[in-house]
């Protein structure tokens, strides 16, 4: 073996499932926007290819910074930072915050990317569990020896859940190290923390176009943080880790506010009906502030449920946390999706 003794022993990440023939499956397993994204993006990569490919696009992708700094509230372009997707963006701040043999401290269950991002940088984590009505503990917050950097993807995955604005400030008080928040799904909750970064530069916020904006197959992302941050992650990314058609194809995604916040509106009413469905045929589901609900039933195992359902072309994520639970991380579909989901549950349950 040539590799790393730690890239040797880990395991990876891995993603949900995408079947070959993705088309003959009611696909709820891995959180994608079930509405084709705003129509101003069609345009805006047209233009970008009449242009051509032939050169190298901005580095730091300052279209989408200029924007998201006016529609999110930052004073100006350097408070952001773009990447390819998100998880590129948590992988620069691991890279930059985290050494070997160093911490990375997380909350439990949340997302298992985490843990794989410590691995590939040879640095340890720890994982603090969630209180019973899924707020922290003191201890995630506390010193610890070689604490770099502490993940809080808020809201939560799998459970949805979320931690208040006033949470996040006294934990970026506390912690002696960045807290980085990770909103992949906030644009379905009630409340963001983007603008927290303005009153403490340990607080950094991270963002994603896949949900929200119906373009997880483009792969863009950003973070928000304050210049003397952003200033040194850029020196930890990939020279062009963003292309010229995503960059296009992000900044006319976010100034189209109207289909954002129309499909947010169908999101959150649809994760309301699934939900409902759901109790009434006895699962136990955590309310939501994402694109997707987290649901065990008393009765049936899950990973039987998964089973018998993907059987029938319905995928949704089978995920087992030890020490937790395991259950169904169900993506919120559309409304004909979820309806023939809970058609089926119908005849298991």
């Known amino acids: 073996m040539f590799v790393r003794p730690e890239i040797a022993a880990m395991i990876g990440?891995?993603?949900g499932e995408q079947p070959i023939g993705a088309s003959k499956f009611i696909k709820l397993n891995t959180n994608e926007n079930p509405y084709p994204p705003s129509p101003g993006i069609r345009r805006a990569i047209e233009e970008v290819l009449q242009r051509g490919l032939q050169k190298y696009p901005d580095p730091l992708a300052n279209a989408f910074r200029t924007r998201a700094a006016e529609l999110f509230g930052l004073p100006s372009k350097e408070w952001i930072l773009c990447g390819n997707g998100s998880d590129d963006v948590l992988t620069i701040c691991t890279r930059a915050f985290v050494g070997p043999g160093e911490?990375?401290?997380?909350?439990y269950p949340s997302y298992i990317l985490y843990r794989t991002l410590a691995q590939l940088q040879g640095a340890r984590w720890e994982e603090i569990r969630f209180q019973d009505d899924w707020s922290l503990p003191p201890a995630f917050a506390a010193a610890g020896p070689g604490l770099?950097?502490?993940?809080l993807p808020n809201p939560n995955s799998p459970?949805?859940?979320m931690v208040s604005r006033s949470a996040v400030l006294d934990l970026a008080e506390r912690l002696p190290c960045p807290l980085l928040v990770d909103e992949a799904y906030v644009d379905f909750a009630e409340f963001s923390c983007i603008d927290l970064v303005r009153q403490n530069e340990k607080i950094l916020v991270s963002r994603s176009l896949s949900k929200s904006y119906g373009l997880a197959g483009l792969r863009f992302g950003f973070l928000a943080a304050q210049p003397q941050i952003i200033e040194q992650l850029i020196k930890v990314k990939d020279s062009y880790?963003?292309?010229a058609l995503s960059i296009a194809a992000a900044t006319a995604a976010i100034d189209d506010t109207a289909w954002l916040a129309e499909n947010r509106r169908k999101i959150i009413a649809t994760r309301s009906r699934l939900e409902g469905g759901l109790r009434q045929l006895a699962f136990d589901v955590i309310p939501s502030q994402a694109n997707f609900v987290w649901a065990t039933h008393p009765h049936r195992p899950a990973k039987a449920l998964y089973e018998e359902l993907k059987v029938v072309h319905v995928?949704?994520?089978?995920?087992?946390y030890p020490g937790w639970?395991?259950?169904?991380?169900i993506s919120v579909g559309s409304d004909e999706q979820n309806e023939a989901l809970l058609g089926l549950l119908r005849k298991s349950v």
Do not use: E, H, I, W
């Not at 911490?103 to 909350?107: E, F, G, I």
């Not at 995928?315 to 087992?320: E, T």
């Not at 639970?325 to 991380?329: K, V």
């Open 148 to 151: 770099k950097l502490a993940f």
């Open 315 to 320: 995928l949704v994520r089978y995920m087992n």
């Open 13 to 15: 990440y891995t993603p």
């Open 159 to 161: 459970t949805g859940t």
């Open 103 to 107: 911490l990375l401290r997380l909350p």
């Open 325 to 329: 639970s395991d259950g169904l991380r």
């Open 241 to 243: 880790n963003c292309d």
